[in-house]
């Protein structure tokens, strides 16, 4: 019941109601109704309750008016109810006006009513609607219950709760990325292309359990969803296509935990899918004591990465083009990286960061870390065959984990662009921690500029590919053949672009020479390129 609806009961209606101040809060909840005469009444009320007075007890100054209001709305009053008559005969300015100030609603009765009768309908109609309430949220639990023990899916479950709460339910991680959902209506899509923006603001606890979010566009109920003591996400309740009810407050908070323990036995399915690879990012970006905090929380899901760790990164090989638009290569490649560590008994944690998989592990599986590595490599691409070659770090402590991502995204991305099941390590890339140290000085751009500027601009120009078609024939070691199988050309397409290549370049590629100052620039543009897009990923990451 709302402050409206118990207005427009007939007791009340039949003894003059008036709305003399907060009339845009007629929506508020009652919690309870209250009488009392006294002038300090105020600190007895625990917020939601609405107060009948005759206001007898009332001091006569105008300061005292104000007090006795102030300290209404102060206490979370929903209302007073002042029937006119024995303490006054119309209500003073001086209290509507604080009324408005507190947002208080403030009601006045031209006659007498009986304050018995009122209580015990509003208290009878309450009490049955609360009964009706919590019989609605068993009732929901019970078939979110029956959805578990039948091996139900999550969004089975969140679309069940969607329909029981009459409004859209999104379940998200601890990067505020959307895990799964509950649809109630068709309004969806534009709330998830926003979500971010939705989950990042006015979201702020305002008590333990349920908080809501009426500021936020939409309006929100949520609650955190805690596994093993951390928070793993949050659980959302959109107000889009009805208000939020009294029931959604019951269920939400039991609904986070039946959620938990539904991610807790799905493992595989959802939190290696969402937790790990909120672990993945905080592990590849955090500083330090966040560093050995991550590695602690792995450990608390049941993952052992005590000791040194390694990191591993892979990705589709460059020529790997999806059979049709729409697929996603890592989603494909993120199972099977853990079948092949889990195959191994080694104790890892897999995500995605900057377009490419990324797995942290412990740096002492059985069996050896190098053997490890190759069977893992081996077993991926025998079920992908397009994935790259395996990059691998260097051992590291917890704290050196952005380091080691670094290392083995290099290892990655400089391993031969074609080359599958095979492990590049980063202590075997001596070109690239050669040009490493140079990126942030002048020399290593200047040097690039020199050697490929003229093509950069022609690229740019021209929307051409030329760069990539360069890189190709040196990666092939001069064979134009293997070049038109890595570019998946003709023969007389490779001839042609490597002619209008030497043209821009002014010089024959067929040089040893020159072939070695162009796979050097080449891999310092790389490198080069690569520093603003990772200093953005860290800076959002700590943001």
């Given at each position: 019941?709302?402050?409206?609806e118990l207005?427009d009961l007939?007791?009340l209606v039949?003894?003059?109601?008036t709305?003399?101040?907060g009339?845009a809060h007629?929506?508020r909840?009652?919690?309870?109704?209250?009488?009392?005469?006294?002038?300090?009444i105020?600190?007895?009320?625990?917020?939601?309750?609405v107060?009948?007075?005759?206001?007898?007890?009332?001091?006569s100054?105008?300061?005292?008016?104000?007090?006795?209001?102030r300290e209404l709305?102060?206490?979370?009053?929903a209302?007073?109810?002042?029937?006119?008559?024995?303490?006054?005969?119309?209500?003073?300015?001086?209290m509507i006006d604080?009324a408005?100030?507190?947002d208080?609603?403030?009601?006045s009765l031209?006659?007498?009513?009986?304050?018995?009768?009122?209580?015990?309908?509003?208290?009878?109609?309450?009490?049955s609607?609360?009964?009706a309430?919590?019989?609605?949220?068993?009732?929901?639990?019970?078939?979110?219950?029956k959805?578990?023990?039948?091996g139900?899916?999550?969004?089975?479950?969140?679309?069940?709760?969607?329909?029981?709460?009459?409004?859209?339910?999104i379940?998200?991680d601890a990067?505020?990325?959307?895990v799964?959902f509950?649809?109630?209506?068709?309004a969806?899509?534009p709330i998830?292309?926003a979500?971010?923006?939705?989950?990042?603001s006015?979201?702020?606890?305002?008590?333990?359990?349920v908080?809501?979010?009426?500021?936020?566009?939409?309006p929100?109920?949520?609650?955190?969803?805690?596994l093993r003591?951390?928070r793993?996400?949050?659980?959302?309740?959109?107000?889009?296509?009805g208000?939020?009810d009294?029931?959604?407050?019951?269920?939400?908070?039991r609904?986070a935990?039946?959620?938990a323990?539904?991610?807790m036995?799905e493992r595989?399915?959802y939190l290696?899918?969402?937790?790990?690879?909120?672990?993945?990012?905080?592990?590849?970006?955090?500083?330090?004591?966040?560093?050995q905090?991550?590695?602690a929380?792995?450990?608390g899901?049941?993952?052992d990465?005590d000791?040194?760790?390694?990191t591993?990164?892979?990705?589709?090989?460059?020529?790997?083009?999806p059979?049709?638009?729409?697929?996603?290569p890592?989603?494909?490649?993120?199972p099977?990286v853990?079948?092949?560590?889990?195959?191994?008994?080694w104790a890892?944690?897999?995500g995605?960061?900057e377009?490419?998989?990324?797995?942290?592990a412990s740096?002492?599986?059985t069996g050896?870390?190098?053997a490890?590595?190759a069977?893992?490599?081996e077993?991926?691409?025998?079920?992908?065959?397009?994935?790259?070659?395996?990059g691998m770090s260097?051992?590291?402590?917890?704290a050196?984990?952005?380091?080691?991502?670094?290392e083995?995204l290099?290892?990655?991305?400089?391993?031969?662009a074609?080359?599958g099941?095979?492990?590049?390590?980063?202590?075997?890339?001596?070109l690239?921690?050669l040009?490493?140290p140079l990126?942030n000085g002048?020399e290593?751009?200047?040097?690039?500029?020199?050697e490929?500027?003229?093509?950069?601009a022609?690229d740019?120009?021209h929307h051409?590919?030329l760069m990539?078609?360069?890189?190709?024939?040196?990666?092939a070691?001069?064979s134009?053949?293997?070049?038109?199988?890595?570019?998946?050309?003709?023969?007389?397409s490779?001839?042609?672009?490597l002619?209008?290549?030497?043209q821009?370049?002014?010089?024959?590629?067929?040089?040893?020479?020159?072939r070695a100052?162009?796979?050097?620039?080449?891999?310092?543009r790389?490198l080069?390129t690569d520093q603003?897009?990772?200093?953005?990923?860290k800076?959002?990451a700590?943001?």
């Amino acid at each position: 019941m709302d402050i409206g609806e118990l207005l427009d009961l007939d007791l009340l209606v039949q003894s003059g109601v008036t709305v003399l101040a907060g009339r845009a809060h007629l929506g508020r909840a009652v919690r309870w109704v209250h009488t009392g005469e006294i002038a300090d009444i105020a600190r007895y009320l625990t917020g939601g309750e609405v107060l009948l007075t005759a206001a007898t007890g009332l001091p006569s100054t105008p300061k005292d008016h104000r007090r006795y209001v102030r300290e209404l709305a102060q206490a979370g009053a929903a209302a007073v109810i002042i029937e006119l008559g024995r303490g006054f005969d119309r209500i003073p300015p001086e209290m509507i006006d604080e009324a408005e100030r507190g947002d208080l609603v403030l009601v006045s009765l031209d006659r007498e009513v009986p304050f018995v009768a009122v209580t015990h309908l509003v208290h009878t109609q309450l009490i049955s609607s609360a009964h009706a309430t919590l019989l609605r949220a068993t009732d929901i639990e019970d078939d979110m219950g029956k959805m578990i023990v039948e091996g139900a899916t999550l969004p089975a479950m969140l679309d069940l709760l969607s329909e029981r709460l009459h409004n859209p339910v999104i379940l998200e991680d601890a990067t505020h990325r959307v895990v799964a959902f509950g649809r109630a209506s068709g309004a969806f899509a534009p709330i998830l292309r926003a979500w971010q923006r939705h989950s990042r603001s006015a979201h702020r606890p305002d008590r333990a359990g349920v908080s809501s979010a009426r500021v936020a566009d939409p309006p929100c109920a949520w609650v955190d969803v805690v596994l093993r003591g951390d928070r793993w996400g949050r659980l959302h309740v959109l107000e889009v296509d009805g208000p939020l009810d009294s029931v959604v407050g019951l269920v939400l908070g039991r609904m986070a935990a039946t959620i938990a323990l539904h991610l807790m036995s799905e493992r595989d399915a959802y939190l290696s899918d969402a937790a790990e690879e909120a672990l993945v990012r905080g592990l590849a970006f955090d500083d330090d004591s966040d560093a050995q905090a991550c590695v602690a929380r792995a450990t608390g899901l049941g993952i052992d990465l005590d000791g040194e760790l390694v990191t591993l990164a892979l990705g589709p090989a460059p020529s790997h083009r999806p059979a049709k638009d729409g697929d996603d290569p890592l989603g494909e490649l993120i199972p099977i990286v853990r079948e092949a560590l889990s195959h191994q008994r080694w104790a890892s944690v897999v995500g995605t960061l900057e377009g490419i998989v990324v797995a942290v592990a412990s740096a002492h599986p059985t069996g050896g870390l190098d053997a490890a590595a190759a069977a893992v490599a081996e077993r991926i691409h025998a079920n992908v065959p397009w994935s790259r070659d395996v990059g691998m770090s260097r051992q590291c402590p917890p704290a050196a984990l952005p380091r080691a991502f670094r290392e083995a995204l290099a290892a990655h991305r400089f391993a031969p662009a074609d080359s599958g099941g095979h492990v590049q390590r980063y202590d075997d890339l001596a070109l690239h921690r050669l040009l490493a140290p140079l990126v942030n000085g002048p020399e290593l751009a200047n040097f690039v500029e020199g050697e490929l500027g003229d093509l950069i601009a022609h690229d740019a120009e021209h929307h051409a590919d030329l760069m990539r078609t360069l890189d190709a024939y040196l990666q092939a070691n001069g064979s134009k053949i293997a070049t038109a199988g890595l570019l998946h050309l003709r023969r007389r397409s490779v001839y042609y672009r490597l002619e209008r290549l030497e043209q821009i370049l002014g010089y024959s590629v067929d040089s040893p020479d020159r072939r070695a100052r162009l796979y050097v620039a080449l891999r310092a543009r790389e490198l080069l390129t690569d520093q603003p897009a990772r200093g953005a990923a860290k800076a959002r990451a700590h943001a």
